[in-house]
């Protein structure tokens, strides 16, 4: 079974593309399982990791204005696609005060958590 | 020790061409829907209003005329992969413009643009123009192929399958809200709570028989029948995004490579 060819690549080089092959076949399988289940613990949808609408978007987003006025914000219009791995709290208040000249703070909740988060817009 | 055995076995095991390079087809085909949605994003991130999140600081975003030249070597070397001409070109070609993307930004990530990656390189060594290409009917012969890359993509099916179930063993998804919140179909937020929990542990597991049903010869054809129901059922129920048809030929593809037989190589000829 040795003395097969693989792919027509004669001796002595056939060896090394056989080790080549079965090295490769393993390190494959072996990240193929090993990153999915390093990340399986994780609350969301990781990258790599094969999770799927294993869970729903996080937080909502509340702009509050100085006059007391309120208007939900759609991460959509700020955000290129949203993921739900990504924790925009870091980075969408800042981008929609940023915009939106008259917001006074962005208010982010999450529903199944029952938590809300203010971020004052730095002026 | 087996298992050892088995694997000192695998480069010498041959594959059928035939649906490997069905396979490579609607592979190809994935990726020209998928240029398309590209072309999008990439121009959406040379939106200066969107948010930006790069992987790698030095990797330069392209501007709107690199974009078209882009999306042009991107549809011809998926054209020619579709089709089965100078694979070994093709295939390298989308594999460093996909993997430019995976790479580019946080948000250019999806599961869908991973799996056609994977199954462009896995393709790509298989020798997948081997069968069912203008190339091959060019070369008047059909010989076999490299099997192992054909039972790699097995292996990848039950990973996605199989992970993806497990990703939802969670109270979150097992109490039906992520589907109450996805589906789309008119009426559906009159039915009880009861109903999407049911509707979720049967996705679990159908996601479940599907990682493991391919493997077995006599469940294969209902693992087939039921996937494609599967992927079916998403189209029709949740919002019909490019996402969700590339991803469902994406699995279709792999479906076909598990009715292909996988041998010592003395059966088929050489190729």
């Keep these: 079974m040795s003395d097969t060819t ?76 949203y993921r739900s791995e990504v924790d925009y709290r870091r980075y969408l208040p800042d981008l929609i005060c940023e915009k939106m000249p008259r917001a006074a703070e962005v208010v982010a909740s999450n529903p199944l958590a029952g938590t809300a988060e203010s971020y004052p817009c730095k002026r | 020790m087996q298992a050892v055995e088995t694997l000192k076995r695998l480069p010498d095991l041959r594959a059928d061409p035939i649906p490997v390079g069905l396979a490579r087809i609607g592979v190809g085909v994935a990726a020209i829907i998928e240029a398309f949605e590209v072309r999008s994003e990439l121009n959406q991130l040379a939106d200066p209003d969107l948010l930006k999140l790069p992987r790698l600081e030095a990797l330069p975003a392209l501007s709107p005329a690199w974009v078209n030249i882009f999306l042009g070597v991107w549809l011809a070397a998926a054209l020619a992969f579709c089709f089965g001409v100078r694979v070994r070109v093709a295939g390298p070609v989308l594999l460093g413009l996909m993997t430019y993307v995976l790479v580019l930004d946080y948000q250019l990530y999806s599961n869908h643009l991973y799996l056609l990656t994977i199954l462009t390189l896995l393709l790509t060594l298989a020798d997948s123009a081997a069968g069912l290409s203008l190339e091959s009917r060019r070369r008047n012969r059909v010989g076999s192929i490299p099997a192992w890359p054909v039972i790699l993509m097995r292996i990848q099916l039950s990973l996605v399958y ?32 009861w109903v999407f929990t049911l509707l ?42 490019p996402d969700l048809i590339t991803f469902a030929i994406l699995m279709a593809s792999v479906y076909v490579t598990f009715f292909g037989s996988v041998d010592s190589g003395a059966r088929a000829g050489q190729g």
């Design chain 1, 6 to 81: 693989v792919d027509g690549i004669a001796s002595p080089d056939r060896r090394l593309v056989r080790r080549a092959v079965i090295a490769f076949c393993v390190a494959f399988v072996a990240l193929g399982v090993l990153i999915p289940l390093r990340l399986l613990p994780n609350p969301a949808n990781r990258p790599f990791g094969w999770q799927m609408y294993s869970a729903v978007s996080g937080h909502h987003y509340e702009i509050r204005f100085s006059d007391g006025s309120t208007e939900t914000a759609d991460p959509g219009h700020y955000v290129l696609r």
């Design chain 2, 200 to 241: 979720a542990l049967a996705s679990v597991g159908t996601e479940a028989f599907l990682a493991v049903a391919f493997w077995n010869r006599r469940l294969r054809p209902l693992a087939f029948f039921v996937g494609i129901g599967f992927h079916l059922t998403i189209l029709i129920t949740m919002r019909v995004v």
């Design chain 2, 162 to 193: 199989g992970f993806a179930a497990a990703a939802k063993l969670n109270l979150v998804y097992l109490s039906g809200l992520v589907l109450r919140v996805q589906l789309q179909v008119p009426g559906i937020d009159a039915l009880p709570a």
